[in-house]
T-cell receptor, first 114, second 109 residues
Framework: NAGVTQTPKFRVLKTGQSMTLLCAQDMNHEYMYWYRQDPGMGLRLIHY???????AKGEVPDGYNVSRLKKQNFLLGLESAAPSQTSVYFCASQDLLSGANVLTFGAGSRLTVL | GQNIDQPTEMTATEGAIVQINCTYQTSGFNGLFWYQQHAGEAPTFLSY??LDGLEEKGRFSSFLSRSKGYSYLLLKELQMKDSASYLCAAKDSNYQLIWGAGTKLIIKP
């Protein structure tokens, strides 16, 4: 049982380049999330999805787009990367069947924009 | 605004007990989480409190006071592997999680 898998784990981009981060989960969870984690700050929600074909903006959505074409996959896109998007990105899926609605995180994708 | 406060860093000795505090201000409240995050790794779930009181799970316990907007994570019999960041997160009225910046716990032999 792989849980939540993120690819790639590391990526270096130049300003203005585009890229897509892929998140895949095999737990049949409905809800999925993309967060960014920066030093000295809490996890900040970028976008989330409550089911296949749906997406919604989080706290810091500007400069990012997402798609949830299949229930198990949640893609995060950067159309024109900026140095401010240098961060560690975490994908998470949520178990709605447990009372706590626990989040399961992927291992993270470290992105550097030069 | 919504806010979570927790200490930036704490140091403790192997075998000892440490308490990591968290205070929160959110629009509504639907529970408080603690996650553990080792350096370079993903956060992993530790505990969840929605009612006042203490929840014990092995060496780890978590306490919640809703009236005070306060929680703590208590770690007993500290081991070197407990060196990690501990993230506090509160669920607001929209069931969105508000995260603290995390407390880096350093365990010394």
């Amino acid at each position: 049982n792989a849980g939540v898998t993120q690819t790639p784990k590391f990526r270096v981009l130049k300003t203005g380049q585009s890229m897509t981060l892929l998140c895949a989960q095999d737990m049949n969870h409905e809800y999925m999330y993309w967060y960014r984690q920066d030093p000295g700050m809490g996890l900040r929600l970028i976008h989330y999805s409550v089911g296949e074909g749906t997406t919604a903006k989080g706290e810091v959505p500007d400069g990012y787009n997402v798609s949830r074409l299949k229930k198990q996959n949640f893609l995060l896109g950067l159309e024109s990367a900026a140095p401010s998007q240098t961060s560690v990105y975490f994908c998470a899926s949520q178990d709605l069947l447990s009372g706590a609605n626990v989040l399961t995180f992927g291992a993270g994708s470290r992105l550097t924009v030069l | 605004g919504q806010n979570i406060d927790q200490p930036t860093e704490m140091t403790a000795t192997e075998g000892a007990i440490v308490q990591i505090n968290c205070t929160y201000q959110t629009s509504g409240f639907n529970g408080l989480f603690w996650y553990q995050q080792h350096a370079g790794e993903a956060p992993t779930f530790l505990s969840y409190n929605v009612l006042d009181g203490l929840e014990e799970k092995g060496r780890f316990s978590s306490f919640l006071s809703r009236s005070k907007g306060y929680s703590y994570l208590l770690l007993k019999e500290l081991q070197m592997k407990d060196s990690a960041s501990y993230l506090c997160a509160a669920k607001d009225s929209n069931y969105q999680l508000i995260w603290g910046a995390g407390t880096k716990l350093i365990i010394k032999p």
